[in-house]
């Protein structure tokens, strides 16, 4: 991401719900209640987000401008996100990444 934005492309890093500094559901919850579908939701409401501060950053922003990137289960997320349809994107890169369908 330094890399990338020092060459002037605005990045993001999403820390989805249980991961990172995000808010922490504990064990059982985010093992047993939450599904694939629930952090596609969230992976929704970040690309909004996004689309939402760099809309007021330019002109127009086109779905080509967004390229997402998906490491380890968030490889298979965003491969699960973007077949539900909704959303386009320039690209999709997966680093490392944990398939879809389980592991």
Avoid at 59 to 65: G, M, Q, R
Avoid at 73 to 94: D, E, H, N, T
Wanted: some cysteine.
């Amino acid at each position: 991401m330094t890399h990338f934005t020092a060459l002037g492309y605005p990045c993001y890093a999403v820390s989805s719900r249980g991961h990172g500094n995000s808010w922490q559901p504990g064990y059982w919850k985010m093992t047993w209640w939450y599904g694939k579908s629930d952090f596609a939701n969230d992976l929704m409401a970040a690309v909004g987000f996004v689309r939402g501060i760099e809309t007021g950053k330019r002109e127009i922003l086109e779905d080509a401008d967004l390229v997402l990137l998906g490491h380890s289960a968030g490889g298979g997320l965003s491969q699960y996100f973007l077949g539900r349809g909704g959303v386009k994107v320039g690209a999709l890169v997966i680093l490392g990444g944990f398939p879809c369908f389980g592991g």
